[in-house]
């Protein structure tokens, strides 16, 4: 009886060893990749004009010639890895009355009243062009210049590929019968914004 039991315990350890043999017993295959990362693009802009600077268009002593008229052209470059979509903004833009004379008051009887701005920016009719093709056009009062680039964002997305670059013309125009001695003195400054904004799918 006790030769019997031995066996049998001996066949059970046997058969155990053999069982968590071939648990561990199974094929294998590795591979690692190596050198992962995460790198950003870059997304930049460059604007020149046509004599290779960024320079702003000054327009002095308005009404030495009859009618007023003129333009800038930019070139916008997309300096980046990523495309952009480009916006354009009229920013800053301020009408100023710069004191009222005898002949300003006659055409203009609230010359100088308080809250009264300039009345340059009412007779200059701006137009924006995109390589030779007019997109937008408004004058240049303080409201009318500062809502031009929610004009602009009403227009199909303008993208700028990486390397890619296109002309921003800026025209302006006041025919000689639109303006009177209400503009005297007046002035209208502003900035011109160019942004580049990473496309999002």
Not at 36 to 52: E, H, M, P
Not at 162 to 168: D, L, N, S, W
């Amino acid at each position: 009886m006790n030769k019997k039991v031995l066996y049998s315990f001996v066949m059970i350890i046997i058969v155990a060893s053999l069982a968590v043999s071939g648990t561990y017993a199974y094929f294998t295959a590795d591979r690692t990749t190596s050198a992962n990362r995460f790198s950003a693009g870059t997304l930049d802009l460059d604007i020149s004009s046509n004599d290779g600077k960024l320079e702003p268009f000054v327009i002095d002593n308005i009404g030495a010639s009859a009618t007023i008229s003129g333009e800038k052209t930019w070139t916008v470059k997309n300096t980046g890895s990523l495309p952009g979509k480009l916006l354009l903004r009229l920013q800053n833009v301020v009408n100023n009355e710069n004191g009222c004379n005898d002949q300003e008051k006659k055409a203009e009887p609230n010359c100088g009243l308080e809250g009264d701005e300039g009345d340059l920016g009412s007779i200059i009719t701006l137009k924006i062009a995109l390589d030779g093709v007019d997109m937008i056009e408004t004058n240049l009062t303080s409201e009318d210049g500062n809502s031009l680039g929610s004009k602009w964002d009403l227009l199909e997305d303008i993208v700028l590929e990486a390397g890619e670059e296109k002309k921003i013309t800026v025209s302006w125009l006041a025919d000689e019968d639109s303006y009177g001695n209400e503009i005297q003195s007046d002035d209208i400054q502003f900035d011109v914004n160019f942004r580049l904004v990473q496309l999002v799918d």
